[in-house]
Nanobody, 119 residues
Framework: QVQLVESGGGLVQAGGSLRVSCVASGIIFGIGAMRWYRQAPGKQRELVATITRDDVTNYSNSVKGRFTISRDSGKKTVFLQMNSLQPEDTADYYC?????????????WGQGTQVTVSS
């Protein structure tokens, strides 16, 4: 059974930083693109950042220049370093990854980690 588990969320003041992590576990033959999404209360889930298998990154306009996505393929982990956090960054942050299993590629989600930015 493949699982994605996030960690590192919490409460931070505006202007502060947090780093969230997501580790994949289970019988995994390969990992493709990894992504971070977020969902604020009452809003739709939005894609925040993507990193491909070749470490090509892409960001939403709302976080570009403040957030950095990275991965450690050996440890099956993806990170999101969040700097200059603002109250509007408050949301549940979800990890998402394309994972190669014995029976082919599937996309998995983590359970989410809460990030709260106080003004």
């Amino acid at each position: 059974q493949v699982q994605l588990v996030e960690s590192g969320g919490g409460l931070v003041q505006a202007g502060g930083s947090l780093r969230v992590s997501c580790v994949a576990s289970g019988i995994i033959f390969g990992i493709g693109a990894m992504r971070w999404y977020r969902q604020a209360p009452g809003k739709q889930r939005e894609l925040v950042a993507t990193i491909t298998r070749d470490d090509v990154t892409n960001y939403s306009n709302s976080v570009k220049g403040r957030f950095t996505i990275s991965r450690d393929s050996g440890k099956k982990t993806v990170f999101l370093q969040m700097n200059s956090l603002q109250p509007e960054d408050t949301a549940d942050y979800y990890c998402n990854a394309d994972i190669l299993r014995r029976d082919g590629w599937r996309t998995y989600w983590g359970q989410g980690t809460q990030v709260t930015v106080s003004s």
